[in-house]
Each structure stands twice: as C-alpha cells, then as structure tokens.
C-alpha cells in the first residue's frame, strides 16, 4: 500500500496513538520495531492541542516527528466510548469535552477540515457508530443510512484528496442485510480504501467472523483490491484470523494498554507478571523474541517493577507487546508470500491452544476460508 509518507506492507497491526503517541515509547522506537502506520485520534487531537497547532508543525508528521504511515480516524468512535457525553443528529455529533465541559460539534464536513490539517497519510469518514451489543435494529438502520450519507459529506468536503486516503467504514451490526447494503453503497463510491465498523464491542466471536467473512467474501465483498480494515482488533488471535478471512488493517490500544496492567503477549498467549510464579524466573519474557526488553531484562526482573507501580515496566512491557504485533504481522506476510499461510495458521492456533480447546467459532471461520485444523 503506497502512501505518501511510507509504502506500508500488509497484513498489518497499527499501533494506536490517542494523543499522537503511543504511550511510554519514542517515534524513533517504533520506527526501529518497524511500524509501517500508527493511529491518532482526531477527537482528543482536536480537543488538545488543537489541530491548528499540528498543522503549523508540519501536520502530525512534523507534530510527532514520524516519518512513516499515519492515520487518523474520524472521531466518530467517541459516540460509543464518550455516548454519555455526546448527542447523534443528522446534522453530526456534538460532544461535551470531557477536559472542561466545553461543546464540540463534529459534522461530517468539521472532521474532513480537522483531518486535512492533521495530514494524515489515511483519513476515515466520519460515520454513526453503534455499539455492536445494541439490541435496537431501528438504530442500526438508521446508523448504516445515516452512514452513506455522511460518506458523501465527506467526499464533497475532503480537500486534499490527492495527499491524503479518505476510507470509507461499513456499518450494519451485525445484520447481514444491512451490512450488504453498506457494502454495496460504499463500494460504489469508488474509496481508496475500506474499514469494516461496528464490531470489538463485546459481540458474540462466531458473530464477529461472520461480519468480517461477510465483508470480505469474494464477490459481494467489499473490492478485493483495495485494503479492507477491521476496526479494533488487537487479540493476536484475532489478528490471525481476520487475516485468514481477507483483511488487511488493524488497530487497537489492547497491546499497549494491557502492557500498562504487567501482561506480555505470547505465542502461547500472555504472561501476566504480577503473579508471584514469575518472581524468581530468569528467562526473558519470550525467549524467541529479539526485541531489546526481552535481549536485557528477565521476567523476575519485570515481575519486581510490575508489583511495585514502577513507569519504567509499562515502558518495558509496551515496547515488547508493540515488537510481538509487528513480528506477528511480519510472519504472517512472509507465509503468505511463501505460500504456507495455512500451516502458519495451524501452528500459531496449537500454540494458543496447546491443550486442543479450540474455540468452535475458531474452527468454523478457518473452515470458511478452506484450513482444516
């Protein structure tokens, strides 16, 4: 995927910088861990320090001083995770800023002006977001209409469509009629790229893949040329499998943030340092891992830091989950290129379930997609 800021390879995990950084590390850290494209948030940018300040830096390229891919999403998540904060009308969504009360009214047409000068490498259109749990199918309907025709706000308002990606978000639930029309009227809309929405909000998993294989089939899916992003996945085993079923993209804050609670990610799964096993354990935290926490420092070593609140473990421990993402993704692209995708999948699927209590929606997807476990 050329962008004009880095040609960024996929499958591939994005880690997530609310604020323009991803906490605990420098930009010249990911770049070392070989992170093609990181994610900020056009919401809380805008809210502090405002994107007119970005822009005089240089946009968030210059603001943050990262050379590679960046993207911003539209703010529209807020209406979930800030709903209590926020109203939803045609006209957008108005906020009440959770800093010092003061109201922001995000339209369609304000989000484009905001990522404009933010200056991302990838935009997304700003669409109604509904939680994945909720039972109401009049909001759901409304939500996917709502969707269209906000894509088409920010079509008209989008005013560097030769510098910056404007991705369109499928949304729909998990209703598969309406997903089929978001697909269709977005697809027609002719966008650089696609994010599927709506879902990593605590839905059923064999839900989940359905949506994703639903959005990716071939055929009905969205363009198989074009990159297919799912919103909001971080589980390594997700990652996995939504790249079994055709995606491209993924972001989320569960790598770091669970970094900040003492967890470290694995093939086996995590390792959770604050408990007392790890106390007098001097391996690294995986033993396969290059990457520089697990190079110097021992899981006693971490285990001390974690117990005490110390900054300098979630420092640690986010530096190794981003390393364990962008590897996993590397390996994932290499199996690929290598033609050996399905054995990847049976291997990395056995090392998160060595006992063989394979989740059912787990062997239902890869049956999808013809890997037999």
Known sequence: MTLPHFTAETPMFMPVGTQGTVKGLTSQQLEDLDCHVILGNTYHLESRPGSGIVAQMGGLHGFISWPRGMLTDSGGFQMVSLLHLAKITEEGVQFASPVDGSMMMLTPEHSMAVQNRLGADIIMALDDVVSSVNTTLERFEE?????????????????????????????????????????????????????????AGGEDKGQFWRVVAQCTAPGTGLPFNKPRYVMGIGYPL???????????????????????????????????????????????????????????????????????????????????????????????????????????????????????????????????VGIDL
């Open 143 to 199: 939500a996917t209409h709502r969707t269209t025709r906000w894509i088409d706000r920010c079509i008209a308002a989008h005013s560097r469509p030769t510098e910056q990606n404007l991705f369109g978000i499928v949304q729909g639930g998990l209703d598969a009629e309406l997903r089929r029309i978001s697909i269709q009227q977005l697809s027609e809309r002719n966008l650089p790229g696609y994010a599927i929405g709506g879902l």
């Open 238 to 368: 997700d990652i996995v499998m939504c790249s079994a079923l055709g995606a491209d993209m993924y972001d989320s804050v569960y790598p770091s943030r669970t970094a900040r609670f003492g967890v470290a990610l694995v093939n086996s799964g995590v390792l959770k340092l604050k408990n007392v096993c790890y106390k007098d354990d001097y391996r690294p935290l995986d033993e396969s891992c290059g990457c520089m926490t697990c190079q110097k420092y021992t899981r006693a070593f971490l285990h001390n830091l974690v117990g005490k609140g110390i900054p300098f473990a979630a420092v640690l421990m986010t530096y190794h989950n981003i390393a364990y993402t962008q590897q996993l993704t590397k390996r994932i692209r290499a199996a690929i290129t290598e033609q050996r995708f399905p054995a990847f999948v049976r291997d990395f699927v056995r090392q998160q379930h060595p006992d063989g209590d394979i989740p059912v929606w787990v062997t239902e997807a890869l049956e999808e």
